[in-house]
């Protein structure tokens, strides 16, 4: 178990610099996912960290030790690629043990090392096969076993479930979460599936064009996004983001007047998530407009209404239709779900808009009672 901490760390690829300069700290035993779109500078991230890469500027450490220049091989870090990257030629026990190779240790030892690694994973059943004899699922365990039997101090999971089918992905995300929280290695898992993030890791890492966008728990990120990036990239379907013009304690969105708690000038955007918006008759708020679609998914359905604030996307629980296209209605949304970022993106802190027609009253009762 190590805590890993990075300083101003970089990394160029000639001119380009593809990281730029990164301070991060990730706890001893803390499960952290980084996530963003493809080309972001999560893999350079991982492959820092095992030591595949060398830093361009900066500092990494394992418990506080400068391992810039520590090979990959000493860092006794774990790893577990996409490709799993399993000897085909080997058995399920050869390739278990083949990190121990170059290790001084009696082969009883090794034996006894890879018999429990593969029984953490439950594939010791398995040890014989040749991977050409397994499904994914059970591939994917093997690369989980070797990584696990160096008992490395860090675990770096590279996209590790993103060859698996649906269904296996789903068990698979809530093994390796119990196996990580078992054994108290420090993970980092690389991903571009927010839910894999979200679901597995104790906080995330969000990054986009090589740099940290926001680092906080799932929960943060959901609830309470930095900056308009995080907002539009976290939820599915995302969340709605509408141009609005603050003044006072007013949010004049379209022909839309909704109250602010808070004091603000100027252009600003207002986000709201699909699934918070609560439909109603159009008479009893100031945001209204037209039902254009409605898609039936089974357990919601999703509702695409034209507002003069512009088009707003609402997702109701319940199988049942309740509005037909070319329906006029009214949209709300608990005030504490809703958010305000200034013109350049960075959310307002504590600010939040009320859906009203009576746009002043509603302000005034938001106020902190004090
Ligand atoms: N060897 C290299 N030489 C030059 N540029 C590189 C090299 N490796 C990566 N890059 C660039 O660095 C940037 C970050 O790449 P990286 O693989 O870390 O992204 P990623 O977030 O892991 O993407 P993905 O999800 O697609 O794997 C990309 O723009 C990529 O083109």
Not at 24 to 48: D, H, M, Q, R, Y
Request: include cysteine.
């Amino acid at each position: 178990m190590a805590r890993i901490t990075l300083d101003n760390v970089t990394k160029n690829w000639g001119e380009t610099q593809v990281l730029k300069p990164m301070n991060l700290a990730i706890e001893n035993g803390e499960f952290v996912a980084i996530l963003g779109p493809s080309g972001c500078g999560k893999s350079t991230t991982l492959f820092l960290l095992a030591g595949l890469y060398a830093p361009s500027g900066g500092e990494i450490a394992f418990d506080g030790h400068n391992v810039n220049r520590i090979d990959a091989r000493d860092r006794n870090v774990g790893i577990v690629f996409q490709s799993y990257a399993l000897y085909p030629n080997l058995t399920v026990r050869e390739n278990i043990a083949f990190p121990l190779r170059f290790k001084a240790m009696e082969r009883d030892e090794i034996a006894t090392r890879v018999e429990e690694a593969a029984k953490l994973v439950q594939i010791d059943a398995l040890l014989d096969r040749c991977p050409s004899q397994l499904s994914g699922g059970q591939q994917q365990r093997v690369a989980l076993a070797r990584a696990l039997v160096k008992e490395p101090n860090i675990l770096l999971l590279d996209e590790p479930l993103s060859n698996l089918d649906a269904t296996l992905r789903i068990t698979m995300r809530a093994e390796l979460k119990n196996i990580q929280k078992r054994l108290g290695f420090t993970t980092l898992l690389v991903t571009h599936d927010q839910i894999e993030a979200i679901t597995m890791a104790d906080r995330i890492i969000c990054m986009n064009n090589g740099e940290i966008v926001q680092i906080g728990t799932p929960d943060d990120l959901y609830r309470r996004p930095d900056n308009l990036f995080v907002a539009g990239f976290i939820g599915t379907p995302p969340m709605n983001l509408l141009k609005g013009q603050a003044n006072g304690r007013r949010l004049q969105l379209g022909e839309a007047a909704l109250g602010l708690n808070g004091e603000c000038d100027g252009a600003v955007i207002f986000g709201l998530r699909p699934e918070d918006i609560t439909l109603i008759t159009a008479q009893k708020t100031s945001l209204r407009g037209e039902i254009v679609t409605v898609e039936p998914m089974g357990r919601e359905v999703f509702y695409s209404i034209a507002t003069p604030a512009g088009l707003i996307h609402a997702l109701e629980y319940g199988e049942a239709v309740q509005h037909a296209p070319g329906a006029k209605v009214g949209i709300t949304c608990k005030p504490e779900l809703t958010l305000v970022f200034d013109a350049s993106g960075n959310r307002l802190a504590d600010l939040h808009a009320h859906f009203s027609h009576h746009a002043e009253r509603q302000a005034r009762e938001l106020e902190p009672a004090n």
